[in-house]
């Protein structure tokens, strides 16, 4: 995967993400979705990281997972969707997919209800501005398409964790 912008440059451009997780409540979310790309962290972001992580250092390359404990309404699915939506959007996957093969981004939940507020969360982010409306195509009640796809699918009942 190569990203075509960073997720900083993307989250302070207010034509790309820059609306979705705008204002200072929404730094702590910021900074976690940050240190989980691997992007370099400014000295307040690396407070923030320690303090809800314990660890000293963020990780030196891109998670494969990341697992959070966060109550209700603490912002899970609208940084979930942003992040969701800059992957799918605004990161290029040539290097992983074969000629043809179309990839798709999938916000899981422990229900449909939960998993539609995630879709519905993502296509505010893509309807917010005239560049990422671009990316938006159709969407039925569980998917958006066109050049990117975010999904939803209900958590399978054998995996359980945060989410």
Request: aromatic share 6%.
């Amino acid at each position: 995967m190569k990203a075509r912008v960073t997720l900083r440059q993307a989250l302070d451009d207010p034509s790309l993400l820059g609306a979705s997780l705008a204002g200072p409540s929404w730094h702590p979310w910021r900074s976690l979705l940050l240190a989980a790309m691997s992007e370099e962290l400014r000295p307040d972001e690396l407070t923030i990281f320690q303090k809800f992580t314990g660890r000293t250092a963020p990780p030196p390359q891109r998670i494969d997972e990341f697992w959070c404990a966060i109550g209700r309404r603490g912002g899970k699915s609208r940084a979930m969707s942003a992040l969701a939506v800059y992957l799918a959007g605004l990161c290029d996957y040539k290097d992983k997919l074969v000629r043809g093969e179309k990839g798709v981004v999938l916000l899981l939940a422990p229900d449909m209800r939960q998993a539609k507020v995630s879709l519905d969360y993502a296509a505010g982010v893509l309807e917010s501005t005239p560049i990422m409306r671009q990316l938006l195509g159709a969407r039925t009640a569980d998917a958006i398409s066109s050049r990117i796809c975010v999904g939803l699918r209900k958590r399978s009942p054998d995996r359980t964790g945060g989410g």
